[in-house]
Structure formats: structure tokens, C-alpha cells
């Protein structure tokens, strides 16, 4: 009976967000509206900052997973819109900050690499994400592989031990209902982090 809950919520579709809104300035416009901190540095910002809005499930594999090259070229596949759209995904950034993360993964890098001042490190095509970031990262990832079937890129274990790091705090929680209220649906790892912890195996499966 859990199972079958858990899943209705996770199918519930992202087409509340109208095809023509641009998911970046709704983000930042709507689900930001009174200002807010940046994911990695934690920089408070307003609506006039300059921005970059970061895909924690990275555009490049969602490129890939869709069979595109550009997200024009994806724009008429059935999905893509509300897989690409999907708020729980994006996350406010500096410029900077996007410009390190593009074309990197996430995964844990030993205690001899530099770190940044925003705490996160970054090697060959790796990043590895400040304390304060992980638990949002692993819970926006999780969900992009449950809601939209998505391979899930990186180790299970890490997630999970990243959600229980950090765990959600009132600004994540607060920008969960937001995007519900925007796009009608709910990213479920935030209001019950113990989902995560009841996977097993690379695939998130029960």
C-alpha cells in the first residue's frame, strides 16, 4: 500500500507550469520572488542579482537520454518540456559557479584537492559539492531519477548518505511547496528523507 502512494505522488504530472514560461525565470521570479541564497556559496540574492539557474540532473544527460543534441532539437519530443521544465531540478547559482560545475558529475573528491571558497572542490570533470549543498543535491537527483526514469548517474550510497548529512531545513522546505504550488507536484525525498535511506542498489529501487 506504501509503495503504491509513494508512487502516485512521484507520477503526478509537471504540466502545471504553462508550456510558454520559461523554467529558469519562473524559478527565479516565482519560487524566488522575495529573494533567497545561492545552492553552492549560500550568497543571498534578490530578483535584480545576476544569475544562473544550475540543472542539478545535468541538460547534457537529459540531452542524451532524449536523443538530442540541443534542447531546440528536443523542444517537439513528447516529455522533454516537463522533464527539462521540472523546478525541483533547478537551483540559483552564481555564474562563476555554473561555469565550474558544466560538464561535471558529483561524486566525493579526497581531502587534498583545493577547495573553493564556497567549500565545494572540483577535479577532471568532478564536483564535489559543500556540506551545506549535498542533502538538497541528493534529493533533487533522486527524484529526477524516480519521477522521470531517469538513469542514475553516480553511486546510490552516496546520496543517501549525503541526504542524511544535510538534511532538508526550512528554506528547502518552504521551496518544495512553492514549486508545488506552482507546478502541483511535490519532490517527496523532502518531506520524508527516510525514502532515500530505504533504497537499495545503483537503479533506487525498493
Known amino acids: 500500500m506504501r509503495k503504491w502512494m509513494i508512487a502516485t505522488v512521484l507520477l503526478t504530472s509537471t504540466s502545471g507550469l504553462a508550456a510558454a514560461d520559461d523554467p529558469e525565470d519562473v524559478l527565479l521570479e516565482q ?12 550568497t543571498e540574492f534578490t530578483r535584480s542579482s545576476r544569475l544562473k539557474v ?6 547534457k544527460q537529459l540531452l542524451r537520454e ?3 543534441i540541443t534542447s531546440r532539437q528536443c523542444s517537439s519530443k513528447d516529455g522533454y518540456a516537463d522533464v527539462a521544465g521540472d523546478l525541483h531540478n533547478l537551483y540559483p547559482v552564481e555564474r ?5 560545475r558544466r560538464g561535471t558529475k558529483f561524486a566525493d573528491l579526497p581531502d587534498n584537492v583545493e577547495t573553493s571558497e564556497c567549500g565545494y572542490q572540483l577535479s577532471f570533470q568532478t564536483f564535489d559539492p559543500p556540506k551545506s549543498a549535498r542533502g538538497n543535491i541528493a534529493r533533487a537527483y533522486v527524484y529526477m531519477h524516480k519521477q522521470h526514469d531517469l538513469p542514475l548517474a553516480g553511486n546510490m ?26 507546478q502541483g507536484n511535490r519532490n517527496p525525498y523532502i518531506d520524508d528523507p527516510s525514502l532515500i535511506d530505504r533504497m537499495t542498489g545503483n537503479s533506487g529501487r525498493f
Open 31 to 42: 519560487v524566488y520572488a522575495g529573494g533567497g541564497k545561492t545552492l553552492y556559496c549560500e
Open 54 to 59: 544550475d540543472f542539478i540532473y545535468p541538460e
Open 66 to 68: 532524449f536523443g538530442c
Open 96 to 100: 562563476s559557479v555554473e561555469l565550474d
Open 157 to 182: 550510497e552516496m546520496y543517501q548518505r549525503w541526504n542524511k548529512e544535510d538534511p532538508p531545513d526550512d528554506a528547502e522546505r518552504a521551496r518544495n511547496s512553492a514549486i508545488f504550488r506552482i
